[in-house]
């Protein structure tokens, strides 16, 4: 610890959560020594969670704004699209075809074109999960406090997924 963090007790920073106190305290501690070490120790364990909570959540966050990005593109493609090149390939295609079957190939290219970013916009929004570590870590100190069993609100192992589209 700094100095900083024996006058307070609260470290500045979280490393780790020390698994084998150095400063532990003797058995002539007195009540207030030990009621400061453990307070000092859910501080520490309070930030932890805290900390895994930000890095999960910036996760999920950054896997949506990529799946945003995805729906946004098929929406101007299909936007912009829709005026300027269906013209142009309907006459294109008219020197060649009637113009009605002219109008209805370029019209189920471009809903084509647009289903298929909408599906990439999906397949990348569906892999938010949400912040399930510290949600099992949490739930594992609140029934280390509480007395109640480990075992029986045992933390879920994180799933490794792997996405069929391969991203």
């Known amino acids: 610890m700094s100095k900083a963090d024996r006058r307070n007790g609260v470290p500045a920073t979280v490393t780790s959560i020390p698994l084998v106190d150095p400063h532990a305290v003797t058995d002539e501690s007195s009540i207030g020594d030990l009621v400061k070490e453990a307070t000092v120790q859910v501080s520490t364990l309070l930030r932890a969670e805290v900390e895994l ?13 990529a799946g945003s ?29 009637v113009r ?34 510290t949600i099992g870590t949490v739930q594992d100190a609140r029934a280390m406090f509480s007395g109640g069993d480990r075992a029986a609100t045992a933390r879920p192992v994180p799933e490794k997924t792997t996405d069929p589209s391969g991203w």
Do not use: H, N, Q
């Open 53 to 65: 909570a930000k890095t999960e959540i910036t996760r999920d966050v950054k896997r949506g704004v």
């Open 69 to 97: 990005g995805f729906a946004i593109a098929a929406i101007v493609v299909l936007l912009y699209s829709s005026f300027i090149g269906f013209f142009l390939a309907v006459e294109v295609l008219d020197v060649w075809l």
């Open 100 to 133: 009605w079957a002219a109008f209805l190939i370029v019209f189920v290219v471009m809903l084509a074109l647009a289903a298929l970013l909408g599906f990439l916009a999906y397949l990348k929004v569906r892999r938010i999960r949400g912040p399930r570590m």
